[in-house]
């Protein structure tokens, strides 16, 4: 892991990982790219370049053009935004994932690491303390092309010895870069409005339980689960990750314990479907056992950092 291309760098995940693998790898050795442009401190800081993952002659020419040994491949079209336009979660995450995989066999990649998620699961899924092997029968493109990813980096590593890695990610919240149209992201936008002395409408059920993760839980769990020695691994590309559960009622809850005057109700729209086919909570032992997994924040600390981070982004001293 020398040389390290990330795609779809400019998003919510993208923005944490590329700074902390910089740190790690050295500025010069990560490189970022998106379809878009990312923020002005990630290309300030290292190099950066326009990627759109669907064209596999670019993704090629920028592997031999910076000597690529790695992909953090992140570039996606998340469930919410999926819902909204099929065809194009269909085309970025089911082409895009295939052209990183080809690039894998025709570079002889060290290592290629792609984020699954909770939405590989579907309405038959146990919902409690989910088992990593159990249904996955999505209802939704995303989850689809999800479940899709993780059986081909599993095949591409049985069949042409490609290391191909990844987690299931519960709902991710950060308070760096907004998140990029998924199932979870009220659980961001909450904080932003209560930051903010504005009443929120929240768009799913007040009582709707979901699995989420803090960023820094995140980043930690896929650079850990990329530098685990393969022998180690008896899974790939499909590890259940957890760190806490909670829903909309208990997050209000849990930031009025700072800013007591914050005001959510509550309006579920077509989402609460999306959620609803999700599960509830995670058993992630197969990763705790194979690779050490161990989250660090639970809802209260979270919501601490998360409110201290965004409140300064608002030259306000919350906590
Ligand atoms: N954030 C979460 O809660 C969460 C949960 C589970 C899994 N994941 C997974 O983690 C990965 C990263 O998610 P994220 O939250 O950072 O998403 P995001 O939407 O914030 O970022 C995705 C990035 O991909 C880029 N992109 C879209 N189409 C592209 C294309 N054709 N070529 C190149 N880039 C393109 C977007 O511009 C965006 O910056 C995804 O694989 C996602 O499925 C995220």
């Known amino acids: ?16 990982l590329i700074v902390y693998l910089r740190d790690r ?10 379809i878009r442009e990312p923020a002005e401190e990630i290309k300030e800081e290292g190099p950066w370049e ?13 592997i031999e053009d910076y000597e690529i040994d790695t992909i953090y491949h992140l570039a996606a079209i998340l469930s919410a935004r999926g819902e909204k336009n099929p065809q194009l979660a269909f085309k970025v995450n089911i082409l895009g994932t295939y052209n990183v995989l080809e690039a894998g066999v025709k570079y002889e990649l060290e290592r290629i690491i792609i984020p699954s998620s909770i939405a590989v699961f579907g309405p038959e899924t146990p919902k409690d303390n989910t088992p990593n092997e159990t249904v996955l029968r999505p209802t939704t493109m995303y989850g689809i092309t999800k479940v899709t990813g993780e059986l081909l980096g599993n095949y591409y590593f049985k069949r042409f010895g490609v290391d191909v890695r990844g987690v299931r990610f519960p709902g991710i919240i950060s308070w760096k870069t907004l998140p990029g149209g998924g199932t979870t992201d009220y659980a961001v936008e909450m904080f932003y409005y209560a930051v903010q002395g504005k009443k929120y409408t929240c768009f799913l059920r007040e009582d709707t339980y979901l699995p989420m ?5 995140a980043i930690r769990a896929l650079v850990e689960l990329a530098e685990a020695p393969v022998e180690k691994l008896k899974h790939h590309t499909d590890f259940n990750l957890s760190a806490m559960s909670f829903c909309p009622k208990e997050l209000e809850k849990e930031i009025k314990k700072y800013i007591p005057e914050f005001e959510v109700e509550y ?22 056992e194979e690779w050490g997994w161990k989250p660090q924040y639970d809802l209260p ?12 982004k608002f030259g306000k001293d919350i906590v």
């Open 1 to 16: 892991m020398k040389r390290i291309l990330v795609t779809g760098a400019a998003g919510q995940i993208g923005s944490d």
């Open 25 to 34: 790898y050295g500025k010069n050795n990560v490189l970022a790219t998106d």
């Open 50 to 62: 326009k990627l759109d993952v669907t064209d596999a002659s670019n993704i090629n020419r920028i």
């Open 213 to 217: 993760m803090y960023m820094p839980d």
């Open 267 to 288: 309006k579920p729209d077509y989402r609460q479907e999306i959620a609803d086919s999700w599960p509830r909570s995670i058993d992630d032992s197969a990763a705790r």
């Open 301 to 312: 600390l979270m919501v601490k950092d998360m409110l201290h981070n965004i409140g300064k």
